[in-house]
Nanobody, 120 residues
Framework: QVQLVESGGGLVQPGGSLRLSCAASGIAFNIYVMGWYRQAPGKQREFVAQITRGSGTSYADSVKGRFTISRDNAKETVYLQMNSLKPEDTAVYYC??????????????WGQGTQVTVSS
C-alpha cells in the first residue's frame, strides 16, 4: 500500500519559516519525481516545486528564492523548506510522487495534505 504522509504544517507569522516533510512508503522512492503542490481556499491546486531522481529542481515563480525542495532517498522523504513566508502562501500543501513506467503508463500518488497558515 502506497502512503505519502506530510507533516510540518502550522501557523506562522509573515516572514517566518516552516519545513514540510513527506515520508513515503510502498514505492521505490528513488525512481520517482517528488513534488509539492498547494491549494488555497476557492482556488485550484497549483504546482510549487519538484525534484527529480537526479535531484534536479524546479519551482513556481511565486516561490523561487524563498522555498527549497530536497530529498533523502535513504529516508524515503522529501522536504520543502519555506522561508520568508507570505500570507498568500496560505494553503493546504500536498506531496506528490510521479513517474512514467517503461511501458508509458503514469503512476502518481498524493498525500493527504498539511495546512500552512501565514498570518499575524
Amino acid at each position: 500500500q502506497v502512503q505519502l504522509v506530510e507533516s510540518g504544517g502550522g501557523l506562522v507569522q509573515p516572514g517566518g519559516s516552516l519545513r514540510l516533510s513527506c515520508a513515503a512508503s510502498g514505492i521505490a522512492f528513488n525512481i520517482y519525481v517528488m513534488g509539492w503542490y498547494r491549494q488555497a481556499p476557492g482556488k485550484q491546486r497549483e504546482f510549487v516545486a519538484q525534484i527529480t531522481r537526479g535531484s534536479g529542481t524546479s519551482y513556481a515563480d511565486s516561490v523561487k528564492g524563498r522555498f527549497t525542495i530536497s530529498r533523502d532517498n535513504a529516508k524515503e522523504t522529501v522536504y520543502l523548506q519555506m522561508n520568508s513566508l507570505k500570507p498568500e502562501d496560505t494553503a493546504v500543501y500536498y506531496c506528490n510522487a510521479d513517474r512514467t513506467t517503461a511501458s508509458g503508463s503514469r503512476q502518481t500518488y498524493w498525500g493527504q495534505g498539511t495546512q500552512v497558515t501565514v498570518s499575524s
